[in-house]
């Protein structure tokens, strides 16, 4: 694929994603999520071929246009979804499937200082819900969605909603296997601890 089909896909992407999406030509000047991938793809590339700082500044440069914090050795899929990004940080060895959406204050953060896997796997077509907090090297299974403000620090099933702090994981229903299903809905306030 080559660099115009993947900016066209993006842009049909975020159509998809988001029904506040107008046009393309709109939609590439004003979208933060769509910017800070593009950006991404160019600082993994320099990650890949070894010029790691380049990468680095090229990723602050990034975060401070988007106010999306991506490592450029995070490997993210095509169809990369961030709506209304502010606040998203991902991690160094985070790994993001194909047809992943993210809305704002997402972390996919670390819980060691080794230098070993320590970021979230997010399978293909995961939905995370706004502030949600996915932490350490769990994995989040195919289809899978976490509710806004989820802490999860342990692997998700394919096919199963994590809810709660600290999250806990159940089987997604037909109906709530939607496409723009906001994954907010599927916050359960007794799933909390206070």
């Known amino acids: 694929?080559?660099?115009?089909?993947l900016i066209r896909e993006d842009l049909r992407n975020a159509r998809a994603h988001d029904p506040a999406a107008r046009g393309d030509v709109e939609n590439a000047i004003v979208y933060s999520g769509l910017h800070a991938i593009w950006l991404h793809r160019?600082?993994?590339?320099?990650w890949?071929?070894?010029?790691?700082?380049?990468?680095?500044?090229?990723?602050?440069?990034?975060?401070?246009?988007?106010?999306?914090?991506?490592?450029?050795?995070?490997?993210?899929g095509r169809r990369f979804f961030i709506d209304h990004g502010m606040g998203i940080v991902i991690g160094e060895?985070?790994?993001?499937?194909?047809?992943?959406?993210?809305?704002?204050?997402?972390?996919l953060g670390g819980q060691v200082l080794t230098q070993t896997k320590?970021?979230?796997t997010l399978?293909?077509?995961?939905?995370?819900?706004?502030g949600a907090k996915i932490l350490g090297p769990v994995v989040i299974g195919d289809g899978s969605a976490v509710g806004a403000n989820a802490v999860v620090t342990k692997d998700v099933p394919a096919d199963h909603i994590a809810t709660g702090v600290p999250a806990k994981a159940r089987p997604r229903k037909k109906s709530e296997q939607?496409?723009?299903?906001?994954?907010?809905?599927?916050?359960d306030p007794g799933n909390y601890v206070i």
Do not use: C, F, W
């Open 123 to 130: 399978g293909n077509n995961v939905t995370i819900g706004a």
């Open 48 to 76: 890949k071929r070894g010029i790691k700082a380049p990468a680095r500044i090229g990723a602050q440069i990034a975060r401070a246009l988007t106010g999306i914090e991506i490592h450029p050795g995070a490997t993210i």
């Open 118 to 120: 320590r970021h979230p």
């Open 1 to 5: 694929m080559n660099i115009v089909q």
């Open 93 to 107: 060895t985070a790994e993001i499937g194909d047809g992943v959406m993210l809305y704002h204050g997402v972390t």
């Open 42 to 46: 160019i600082n993994h590339a320099l």
């Open 178 to 187: 939607a496409k723009l299903v906001d994954p907010d809905s599927y916050v």
